[in-house]
């Protein structure tokens, strides 16, 4: 044990195994790296197609442990490391802008920020120009947690929930949030930016997929 562990407890995230740097162990990491995919589909939003990626299925449960603990740890490390994996999906990706789904405002205040905020602005500065951080929508109303909801409900929930806060929107776009269940936060979205440009290009970029998302 060294000096500075007398004061400073790093552990990883999903284990909570002792690390003595990152925010994942070596372990944890390899686990993850053996389930790792790219993988893509496209969905159709009024008569336009979107594609899909993502890198892992949702039900595996250290995949669970990961984005659980995204949305409950403010660290730094974690981030990088979550922005390091948007990274491996986008590598060839150029001249667009980075826009996220904008967390839930009562778990903003409970935790205290946005992890997809703050991922989008760490895969922007180490994209080495290629992608521009693009904060451009904004929750227009108080919404439920999509989790306890059927899909109908769900989709009703974020119908017309979000808003575009800029006039200045990129012809490419990439839209990252962490996990894709029934689509619909993720379309809403969608229809938000492209009612506002019709002609805009947009990518949907995920860590995880949920087997409840119908894939086509």
Do not use: W
Request: proline share 2%; charged share 30%.
């Amino acid at each position: 044990m060294g000096f500075a562990d007398l004061f400073f407890d790093r552990r990883c995230k999903i284990c909570n195994e002792r690390i003595s740097k990152g925010a994942i162990c070596p372990d944890c990491d390899k686990k993850l790296a053996g389930i790792l995919q790219i993988r893509r589909y496209y969905i159709n939003l009024d008569g336009k197609e979107l594609e899909v990626l993502y890198l892992f299925d949702y039900e595996h449960p250290i995949v669970k442990k990961l984005l659980f603990a995204l949305k409950r740890n403010a660290d730094r490390e974690l981030f990088v490391y979550a922005a390091e994996l948007y990274g491996r999906m986008l590598c060839d990706i150029n001249d667009a802008g980075v826009v996220f789904a904008p967390r839930r405002g009562v778990n903003k205040r409970n935790y205290g920020y946005d992890h997809m905020q703050r991922i989008s602005k760490l895969l922007c500065k180490a994209s080495g120009g290629r992608l521009k951080y693009a904060p451009l929508i904004k929750r227009r109303h108080f919404t439920k947690e999509q989790k306890n909801l059927d899909f109908e409900k769900r989709k009703k929930n974020v119908e017309h929930a979000f808003k575009i806060t800029k006039n200045d929107i990129p012809k490419n776009i990439v839209l990252v949030d962490d996990v894709i269940t029934t689509g619909n936060t993720a379309l809403s979205c969608s229809r938000a930016i492209l009612n506002r440009r019709s002609d805009a290009e947009i990518k949907l970029a995920f860590l995880a997929s949920a087997g409840s998302f119908t894939k086509v």
